[in-house]
């Protein structure tokens, strides 16, 4: 069955980066884009960015675009954001979710979330 | 970018009542939209995609409606489970935002 299985909490100091794993398993990896989304506390759901998982490329919400890296190891069928200059806003809930098909953005599976911290 | 927005934020509803919640996008969207059900402290679940396609699973109850700027998700007879936030994302072009959220509650 498709898995996506996220690392654990962190709790990081402003100005602090922050690296998030998203381990995928029962299905070729390389087939479907991964996207990361954040939860605030109390907000709404936010789009960060997106890696097709195939050819390696990438677009960002541009909210977040100098700060944020997402990359794939596909021979770990893993997918990691990293988010620099950390500041409290940052604080939220951060999930990786699967294309339900190939090229089509909806989202199917998402893994359980990582709750990110931020404060001094 | 393209804005999204929700209507109404919070739906006061009872079991067995049919419940219709509104997105609007600020550009045409054609099809490409998608429904989602977040219970507290819980992932999002697809509900509808294509703005009418029923995901896999998902009970014939939900139901989706809508292109171009105007968007509709129906809820036909509520069951407790169903008392959550719903949200909307457009994904016609990037980035793909979602709405605010409706919080669906029990009156």
């Known amino acids: 069955q498709v898995q996506l299985v996220q690392s654990g909490a962190e709790v990081k100091k402003p100005g602090a980066s922050v690296k998030v794993s998203c381990k995928t398993s029962g299905y070729t990896f390389i087939n479907y884009a991964l996207h990361w989304v954040r939860q605030a506390p109390g907000q709404r759901l936010e789009w960060v960015g997106m890696i097709i998982t195939g050819n390696g490329n990438i677009k960002y919400s541009q909210k977040f675009q100098t700060r944020v890296t997402i990359t794939r190891d596909t021979s770990a069928s893993t997918a990691y954001m990293e988010l620099s200059s950390l500041r409290s806003e940052d604080t939220a809930m951060y999930y990786c979710?699967?294309?339900?098909?190939?090229?089509?953005?909806?989202?199917?599976?998402w893994g359980q979330g990582t709750l990110v911290t931020v404060s001094s | 970018d393209i804005q999204m927005t929700q209507s109404p934020s919070t739906l006061s509803a009872s079991v067995g009542d049919r419940v219709t919640m509104t997105c609007r996008a600020s550009q045409s969207l054609s099809i490409w939209l998608a429904w989602y059900q977040q219970r507290p402290g819980k992932a999002p679940k697809l509900l509808i995609y294509?703005?009418?396609t029923l995901e896999s699973g998902v009970p014939s109850r939900f139901s989706g409606s809508g292109s171009g700027t105007e968007f509709t998700l129906t809820i036909s007879s509520l069951q407790p489970d169903d008392f959550a936030t719903y949200y909307c994302?457009?994904?016609?072009?990037?980035?793909?935002?979602f709405g605010q959220g409706t919080r669906l509650e029990i009156k």
């Open positions: 294509k703005a009418s």
């Open positions: 994302q457009q994904y016609n072009t990037y980035p793909l935002p």
């Open positions: 979710a699967r294309d339900h098909d190939a090229g089509s953005h909806e989202l199917d599976y």
